[in-house]
Nanobody
Framework: QVQLTESGGGLVQAGGSLRLSCAAPGVFFSGRAVGWFRQGPEREREFVAAIDWDGDLKTYTDAVKGRFTISRDNARNTVALQMNNLKPEDTATYYC?????????????????WGQGTLVTVSS
């Protein structure tokens, strides 16, 4: 079973920035989209952003548009989520996930590989 690994979470004040990274072994991300999801306290897991296998198509949930940017480095097999102007409501555990090859979407059900998550806490 392939394990995705997130990093970059932490505690930040409102208005601050964090950069999350998702890594996978070898060339696992080749031909695959990658998505970021989050789950806050007493909330269901929700879609945050996704990027297709070429990096040409990016999708964001409305709550993060203009503040978060997803990108990928296919040479390094990593995907990043740059989070700017963070708000207390962004506090959550953030997960990266990958669906089967050449599959793209926002529904968590299509993603079959998940990381363990990294905690982001935004203080007011």
């Amino acid at each position: 079973q392939v394990q995705l690994t997130e990093s970059g979470g932490g505690l930040v004040q409102a208005g601050g920035s964090l950069r999350l990274s998702c890594a996978a072994p070898g060339v696992f991300f080749s031909g695959r989209a990658v998505g970021w999801f989050r789950q806050g306290p007493e909330r269901e897991r929700e879609f945050v952003a996704a990027i297709d296998w070429d990096g040409d198509l990016k999708t964001y949930t409305d709550a993060v548009k203009g503040r978060f940017t997803i990108s990928r480095d296919n040479a390094r097999n990593t995907v990043a989520l740059q989070m700017n102007n963070l708000k207390p409501e962004d506090t959550a555990t953030y997960y990266c996930a990958a669906p089967p090859p050449k599959t793209y979407g926002q529904m968590p059900e299509i993603y079959d590989y998940w990381g363990q998550g990294t905690l982001v806490t935004v203080s007011s």
